[in-house]
């Protein structure tokens, strides 16, 4: 049923429920989700103890960084990607987490800086993280979007999703 990326178009694939497989979502509300939670989730009625389990950088794996299953490093926590020495986010926090997605997706929040991302392509590529057409988007919001105004902005105003 999965054997090939066009697949996971289908509706019956969509609807199954498939761990770490098959999350669908608009990219602008999937970014507005990851923006709320960067600056505190208090819409989404997040509890300071869950903001803090999100936030708190993720131990290094018992045997290691290298991912049996991906079969590359990578660092989990709660089921999302946190910073790892191959993989930074663009940001300086230890804070951020997110998950990538098939094809070159991705999506996180930087509670350093406030800010929700989500990156969805109209046609499917080949890494599991860092996609040359993300990464290009990822670095202007970090040098050019957040190094222009402050990096942390006032919680009542809700998040930014980029």
Same mark, same amino acid.
């Given at each position: 049923?999965?054997?090939?990326?066009?697949?996971?178009?289908?509706?019956?694939?969509?609807?199954?429920?498939?761990?770490?497989?098959?999350?669908?979502?608009?990219?602008?509300?999937?970014?507005?989700?990851?923006?709320?939670?960067a600056t505190g989730g208090a819409a989404l009625g997040l509890?300071?103890?869950?903001?803090?389990?999100?936030?708190? +950088?993720?131990?290094?794996?018992?045997?290691? &960084?290298? %991912?049996?299953?991906?079969? !590359?490093?990578? @660092?989990?926590? $709660?089921?999302?990607?946190?910073?790892?020495?191959?993989?930074?986010?663009?940001?300086?926090?230890?804070?951020?987490?997110?998950?990538?997605?098939?094809?070159?997706?991705?999506?996180?929040?930087?509670?350093?800086?406030?800010?929700?991302?989500?990156? +969805?392509?109209?046609?499917?590529?080949?890494? &599991?993280? %860092?996609?040359?057409?993300? !990464?290009?988007? @990822?670095?202007? $919001?970090?040098?050019?979007?957040?190094?222009?105004?402050?990096?942390?902005?006032?919680?009542?105003?809700?998040?930014?999703?980029?």
């Open positions: 049923m999965l054997d090939t990326v066009e697949n996971f178009n289908r509706p019956d694939v969509q609807a199954a429920e498939i761990p770490a497989a098959n999350g669908v979502g608009q990219v602008r509300s999937i970014a507005k989700l990851y923006g709320e939670v509890t300071d103890a869950t903001m803090d389990a999100l936030r708190v +950088a993720a131990p290094p794996p018992t045997n290691g &960084l290298f %991912d049996e299953v991906l079969r !590359v490093e990578t @660092r989990f926590s $709660l089921g999302y990607v946190k910073p790892f020495p191959a993989f930074r986010f663009d940001s300086e926090s230890d804070r951020a987490f997110g998950t990538m997605g098939l094809g070159g997706s991705f999506a996180f929040a930087d509670p350093d800086t406030g800010t929700g991302f989500a990156y +969805a392509m109209n046609r499917s590529g080949f890494r &599991l993280w %860092d996609d040359p057409r993300e !990464v290009a988007l @990822r670095e202007a $919001l970090f040098a050019r979007v957040l190094a222009e105004r402050p990096q942390r902005p006032d919680p009542a105003s809700g998040g930014s999703g980029l």
